[in-house]
């Protein structure tokens, strides 16, 4: 028994009426991923997203952070690994003047940069693309957000095999024909499920596939 | 109203500055044990002059000492032995002189240099408004304590007189005519500017040897007798005495631009260092800029080298700030990837551009209280964001903080491409005054289209969650430049043809499909009558 009550203590187990409710969730705008988050996505925390780049991983962090947008806040991009298209941001309705794209020298000052954009209480949310993450780093951010009542979302590529932070919610995400399939690698308050599949095709018909023996016209490059 | 003036002298306003100013811990500096005694008195101390090797200045350890104005070196050192020496510079004493003017212009209106160490104010305009002597005095007389100064003053009806009495008569103080002149009469002749010139001692050596003595034997002699015997010189002086002929020809103006320097007793060899003495430029800053009630948004700071060319660090704040711990931390962040390739001896900071401040409008309870959620009609300031801006392009430098634009073009590399912000345009207050340079990486088709930049207004863009109808599918991610494609792709049915820039030497025709390749990622692609591109990722 002792031993049960020393790792609650430490924060090692929990059990579920122990948790207190789950704070303001912001609604990810996608009702399978809502459901998948009961709510939303925790808000002012940081969330991690193990994803490979293209497959519309930001596509759905769109309707999130163009709600957070709201009241003249800042978007601040970190670091993303390519030019970011303005007129997407424009499609999904961001005021594009409202945006910031910040391309740091290294990734402390990427961290830094972070930091600051969360502590200062005008950026709704924060996108960082940046693999590698300690404990410790992450605990700044995390306190960050809390003060300045940001989010703060990180892209992380493709899972490595370490050590799970300390984080509010960890999503795996991986294509899918319709959409892009989350998986819920760790989620404070919550249990592994099962992944579900996010069906964009409602907002972005083009980027789904309908019927896929219908069209599969393929295109070979010159040189191969 | 009689005229009245005020003879403000400094002494020793090189060596006191010296103790004075924040950022000289002059103490440690002249090797004096840090933990002597608890109350550690100065050591004795003088300022040599280098052209005549004779004291200049010294403090109240040295005057203990023995030691005077006017000795010759070995002389003071045979009466002290441990008296440190330091050289005397007239233009560092100047330099501070303007200082104590620009200070003093804030509580009198006509202030005069007399270089290197006095100051004429001419203070019966201001008695009007100050409510009588005593109450100037005291008002004046509070700014001057502040400084921690070895101060003499005097008042007379003339600015000459005023000078002669702060000399022979220091801390005379009335403005009733009676006293003056009757203190003006005992005046002895030596002090008198007559002492100064060569041919003004010999004039001295003549009176004396008439029995004249003080100024009162002077002028009881009728002018035409002086005349006949003496110079013109000893006319003027008495003029100037009297005020029949000005003494002041020109008054104090405070400069347009604020720019000031100094100069480091000891070289300074990291960056980290350099904090204490920019803190004390950037609160002159902050003094100047606070009673101006003004504003700046891009400070200079020149670092002068030993051996080695200036170094110039510009720094921009996009809000326009005046604090100096705002400014300080800006500068903080730029020094920290600073690395000094010289010691340093001097600095130099400048205000280029200031403008009148408008009131910030800081909300009073924070900026956002704690519970709110985002969309719960919390605002956030202009200010704030522009403070964030600043931060950030200090850090990182202004070309890494990119703000998204839109362009009318339907090229994708000309229609997305993003741009190092401009801190100053995007305050829109100094459009004037923008910097050309920032626009030179930019290709020059570019610049031309940015006469036709998209206008939404951003009440419709947030507005419209959903994305509006006309808005053509286009990816998140883009590839810089567009690079041979070399995948697989699954085509997606349809696609978009790009035909334009046959105005200029861009021409494209492009024919864009969307395609998804074997890792799931949605690709944007086109074919030209060269092959086929890959341009971008639907993120």
Not at chain 2, 122 to 133: D, H, K, Q, V, W
Not at chain 2, 246 to 264: A, I, K
Request: hydrophobic share 45%.
């Amino acid at each position: 028994m002792s031993t049960v009550s020393e790792l609650k203590a430490s924060g090692h187990i929990w059990s579920l009426h122990d948790q207190a409710s789950p704070g303001t969730v912001l609604s990810t705008g996608f009702a399978e991923l809502d459901q998948l988050l009961a709510g939303g996505f925790p808000a002012h925390t940081v969330i991690e997203l193990h994803s490979p780049i293209g497959i519309g991983e930001l596509r759905l962090l769109l309707p999130c952070l163009t709600r957070s947008q709201a009241s003249s806040q800042l978007l601040v991009l970190i670091n993303p690994p390519m030019l970011i298209g303005s007129q997407m941001l424009q499609a999904a309705g961001l005021a594009v003047e409202q945006v910031l794209v910040l391309q740091p020298a290294s990734a402390q000052d990427a961290l830094w940069a972070a930091e600051q954009c969360l502590k200062s209480g005008c950026c709704g949310s924060v996108v960082l693309w940046q693999s590698t993450l300690s404990i410790a780093q992450l605990k700044r951010l995390q306190l960050c957000a809390q003060h300045g009542m940001a989010s703060l979302f990180i892209f992380r590529g493709q899972q490595q095999s370490q050590l799970l932070l300390p984080i509010a919610l960890s999503l795996q995400v991986s294509p899918a024909l319709q959409g892009v399939k989350v998986q819920v690698l760790k989620r404070r308050g919550g249990w592994p499920m099962a992944p579900v599949l996010v069906d964009m095709t409602a907002r972005w018909p083009r980027l789904a596939v309908q019927n896929a023996a219908a069209n599969s016209a393929l295109v070979l490059s010159h040189s191969a | 109203m009689a005229s009245l003036w005020l003879y403000l002298h400094f002494p020793a306003l090189q060596l006191d500055s010296l103790f004075q100013s924040p950022h000289q811990p002059a103490p440690q500096k002249l090797s004096h044990p840090p933990l002597a005694a608890p109350e550690p008195s100065p050591p004795p101390l003088c300022l040599l002059d280098a052209g005549t090797f004779l004291i200049k200045q010294l403090n109240t350890a040295a005057q203990q000492q023995g030691i005077k104005a006017g000795m010759t070196l070995s002389m003071a050192s045979a009466l002290c032995h441990d008296l440190q020496v330091l050289p005397y510079q007239a233009e560092q004493e100047l330099q501070y002189l303007q200082q104590i003017a620009a200070l003093l212009y804030q509580i009198s209106a006509d202030i005069a240099l007399d270089p290197p160490c006095a100051l004429w104010l001419r203070i019966e305009p201001m008695l009007a408004l100050y409510g009588g002597l005593a109450a100037y005095l005291g008002t004046l007389s509070q700014h001057i304590t502040a400084l921690q100064l070895q101060t003499r003053m005097a008042v007379a009806h003339s600015a000459a007189a005023a000078q002669l009495l702060c000399f022979s008569q220091p801390g005379f103080v009335s403005d009733d005519p009676a006293l003056i002149t009757a203190a003006l009469h005992h005046c002895p002749l030596h002090h008198c500017q007559l002492q100064s010139t060569g041919s003004g001692q010999k004039i001295l050596q003549q009176l004396q040897a008439m029995g004249i003595n003080s100024l009162g034997q002077l002028l009881a002699i009728p002018r035409s007798e002086l005349s006949r015997r003496f110079s013109a010189e000893v006319i003027i002086i008495l003029d100037q005495l009297t005020g029949d002929r000005p003494t002041v020809s020109q008054f104090y103006q405070p400069p347009e631009q604020f720019c000031q320097s100094l100069e480091l007793l000891y070289q300074l060899e990291h960056s980290q260092q350099l904090q204490a003495p920019l803190g004390y430029l950037l609160q002159l800053l902050q003094n100047y800029l606070q009673l101006r009630d003004q504003h700046c948004y891009q400070l200079q700071l020149r670092l002068e080298l030993r051996d080695h060319p200036p170094l110039v660090l510009s720094l921009q704040s996009a809000c326009g700030e005046y604090q100096q711990g705002r400014w300080l931390t800006l500068f903080q962040l730029k020094l920290q990837q600073l690395k000094l390739p010289a010691p340093l001896l001097k600095m130099q900071l400048s205000a280029g551009q200031t403008t009148a401040r408008d009131g910030d409008n800081l909300l009073l309870f924070g900026a956002r209280s704690q519970g709110a959620t985002a969309d719960a009609g919390t605002t956030v300031t202009k200010a704030e964001v522009l403070r964030l801006r600043s931060l950030l392009a200090a850090k990182l430098g202004a070309e890494r903080v990119q703000q998204p634009q839109l362009f009318a073009d339907h090229r994708p590399e000309l229609a997305n491409a993003a741009h190092g912000s401009d801190l100053i345009t995007g305050v829109g207050a100094l459009a004037a005054n923008v910097q050309q340079h920032q626009s030179n990486h930019i290709p020059s088709d570019l610049q031309q289209l940015r006469q036709n930049r998209l206008y939404l207004p951003p009440q419709l863009q947030a507005a419209n969650p959903s994305p509006p109808v006309t808005l053509p599918l286009r990816p998140g991610m883009l590839l810089a430049r567009p690079v041979p494609l070399r995948m697989q792709l699954q085509l997606q049915p349809g696609l978009e043809r790009i035909q334009t820039g046959w105005w200029d030497q861009n021409q494209v025709q492009r024919d864009y499909y969307i395609g998804r390749n074997n890792q799931g990622q949605w690709c944007w692609a086109f074919k030209n009558t060269s092959g086929w591109y890959l341009q971008g990722y639907f993120a």
